[in-house]
């Protein structure tokens, strides 16, 4: 078995990379969104979610950075264009939304879209004994699950 300089399986490792750019992609466009959220925020929980959104752009902005250090440590290159990263997100692109409860509702589906993709990487990363990708997976849906519960929270 051929295997990368990390001792990792070289067709599971190029497999892994591509849908790490996927959830490159799907990340980019979420951080996106929240920026677009906090700046354009209105209404009476403007302060809240003002400084709420940026907390959430400032984490994505940080795993965006630990996802495609992690394609670059398994040999691949992240993808780097917003073409790419349009055409190969599932995760909504929201546009001029100014009302509270629709923005958190964009997040809460947000995340529910990167939790998915999240799991299937934890899968495909357990299976190529990736223990790098699996951790930072395992860390990613921890935190965004307990963000989902608290966000759906606020929503009822």
Known sequence: MKTTSIGLNIKETEELIVTLNGLLANFQVYYQN???LHWNIK???FFELHMKFEEFYTDSQEKVDLIA???LTLGGTPLHTFKD???LSKVK???NIVEDETSVKLIVDSLSILLQL???ILEQSDKANDEGTNAMMSDFISEQEKTVWMLNAWLN
């Open 93 to 95: 692109v929201g546009k």
């Open 85 to 87: 990263y349009i055409n």
């Open 43 to 45: 209404g009476k929980s």
């Open 69 to 71: 250090e992690r394609i």
């Open 34 to 36: 929240l920026r677009g």
């Open 118 to 120: 999240e799991r299937a």
